[in-house]
DNA sequence: TATTGTTATACTCTATAACTATA
DNA sequence: TATAGTTATAGAGTATAACAATA
């Protein structure tokens, strides 16, 4: 009395939650995550550290403001982020001459240095996790991704698929007796 | 001097980060755990409670330690969730009768009719991730992802992908006087 | 008055260690 | 002695709020 997300076959034991796309999504990611947290280990930040410093270097981000909206990150934490990178000497803080409240950002050499070596560890990274696919098909998933990525980020760079649910949420019959705090 | 991850075009501004496969994913996955976080909010535990929950409903796990490997998760996380879920009634911890130190683990009435509710749920914030794909498209995005997540999870379940890097940090040349606390 | 960036504080999540009851 | 589960504690990561400087 429930279609159940129809497993493949049908014949494995302790399919379930296996066959989903949550599942799916959530594996690959922590692989990924985790294989890129080992490839940036050394630098202060971590995948997170490794984002601004590409930012910094490529993007020249006209203030910490902009770029923690632009990688969905507190701007607290930016600041954070930036005194570890600006200690370790890979980043910048340098007054806007337009405007003396925010900060310009830009790489160092010895920060642009680095990230050429944390890229090509990084592409290292992403091939072992994408083990499983040939050439073609890691194309076709890195465009796909690519294509979803564009258009979430573009609808709201940060929160989006948030209010969709609640209308969901109102759609969809409750079992009775169990609707708790929405607003949490 | 470094072969930059090669933006598609080459015209648009600020490109950089965006054009990577770990920025994609990342966006990927974050957008679709907040639109599962808010189709699941009233379920104790979030989107792992609902794992949980349906594991108890489909594969009737043989104990708490084997569901939180099988999962990725800590056991004493796994005790936080069940007590939660089973104070709810949707779950129920049954001693094993053939190892008195273990609990079965089953899903009550309303915890399986909730669970119907909750996959209704994500398979609607599912399609709104994927909004920008055709119905073609998210099929092949979906069966490729499965591939690389049966994979990953095949070649070890929870770390993995990680050992590489320590070879990979072994390849690549560091920027020399740069190499800090590897046992970190 | 609103905004950028910083600091201090509190909160959430997760991991670690110690304990029990079984095996 | 080793394992399943629980509990208590500590740590990392994150968000919240208050502040200073500037617009």
């Known amino acids: ?16 939650v296996q066959a989903d796309f949550g599942w799916a999504l959530g594996v690959v990611f922590r692989s990924y995550l985790k294989a ?3 490839a940036v280990a050394e630098l202060p930040g971590g995948p997170r550290g490794y984002q601004v410093l590409a930012a910094a270097a490529r ?37 806007d001459p337009a405007d003396r409240r925010a900060r ?18 990084l592409r290292l990274a992403e091939e072992h996790v994408l083990g499983a696919l040939d050439e073609s ?3 076709t998933l890195r465009g796909l991704l690519q294509r979803v990525a564009t258009q979430v980020d573009a609808l709201d760079p940060v929160a ?25």
């Open 1 to 16: 009395m429930c279609p159940e997300p129809a497993p493949p076959t049908g014949a494995e034991p302790a399919w379930g």
């Open 36 to 38: 890129a947290n080992a």
């Open 59 to 95: 993007d020249q981000p006209r203030s910490q403001l902009a770029l923690a909206q632009q990688l969905g990150v507190d701007r607290t934490v930016m600041t954070y982020l930036l005194d570890d990178l600006e200690k370790a000497g890979l980043v910048e803080r340098r007054p």
């Open 104 to 121: 310009r950002l830009t790489a160092t050499e010895s920060g642009e240095e680095l990230l050429c070596t944390l890229d090509r560890r």
């Open 137 to 139: 098909d890691r194309e």
């Open 160 to 184: 989006s698929a948030c209010d969709v649910v609640n209308d969901i949420a109102d759609e969809s019959a409750m079992p009775a007796g169990r609707r708790p705090r929405t607003g949490d």
